[in-house]
């Protein structure tokens, strides 16, 4: 079992809905990034959070540190959000390690 | 702005070739990673490294080297490369932790090697 498991795999929503992404952990963290990687493009770091809620425009991260959970929210979602999204935890043992989810597909339909 | 760059976008090897990936960071960063991407197993950690001459094994470092001779540089190398080795491969960097609060991760566009 992975250390950090993703879900849904795949998202396929209309434009303007509310989208959540799900990020459970296994292991004591430092910190929790949420990563976003367009088709063929590199990986862009949208949030790192260590505790309670976060948000960027039209994006939301939550984290739960006794449940060792976050999610990842979009609000009115585009077609230009569509990617794929990564969440990667820092463990407490290793600080110089990060390990990752396998990713959650975004699709966004007009 | 801050960046990541990776020397090559694209490369095509032939097996038992030497291939080396540069990567360079402008933001005076101590950290620096070598992932490879393959579908289905999403980003594995080859190496890194947390100062200059410091490097650590990853996850998966056989078959790679690494070299940090500068802050700013970070290169993998493949010594004979395999059809096997054909990836994604990314580079990253970070500030090191402080206290809790550990570094936010940077990355590369990426490098997608194919060994033929």
């Known amino acids: 079992k992975n250390e950090v498991e993703q879900s849904p795999q795949n998202l396929t929503a209309q434009e303007g809905e509310f989208i959540t992404i799900n990020c459970s952990y296994s292991?004591?963290?430092?910190?929790l990034h949420w990563l976003q990687q367009h088709p063929g493009g590199g990986i862009v770091s949208l949030f790192m959070?260590?505790?309670g809620k976060k948000k960027h425009g039209r994006l939301i991260a939550t984290i739960n540190i006794q449940e060792k959970h976050s999610s990842l929210h979009i609000t009115a979602s585009h077609p230009r959000d569509s990617a794929v999204y990564i969440c990667?935890?820092?463990?407490?043992?290793?600080?110089?390690?990060?390990?990752f989810g396998d990713g959650t597909t975004l699709t966004v339909k007009p | 702005d801050v960046k990541v760059t990776q020397s090559s976008r694209y490369l095509v090897k032939r097996t038992g070739e030497k291939v080396f990936l540069e990567c360079v960071q402008d933001?005076?960063?101590?950290?620096m990673f070598w992932y490879r991407q393959d579908p289905g197993l999403g980003l594995r950690l080859i190496y890194f490294s947390y100062d200059v001459k410091m490097k650590e094994k990853g996850d998966i470092p056989e078959g790679y080297s690494v070299s940090r001779e500068k802050k700013e540089r970070f290169s993998l190398i493949l010594e004979s490369a395999s059809t096997n080795q054909t990836s994604m491969y990314l580079c990253?960097?970070?500030?090191?932790?402080?206290?809790?609060?550990?570094?936010?991760?940077?990355f590369g566009e990426g490098s997608r090697l194919t060994v033929l």
């Open positions: 959070l260590s505790s």
């Open positions: 990253a960097s970070s500030k090191p932790g402080q206290g809790v609060i550990t570094g936010e991760l940077f």
């Open positions: 933001m005076d960063h101590e950290n």
């Open positions: 292991v004591g963290i430092s910190a």
């Open positions: 990667a935890v820092r463990v407490w043992t290793n600080a110089g390690k990060s390990t």
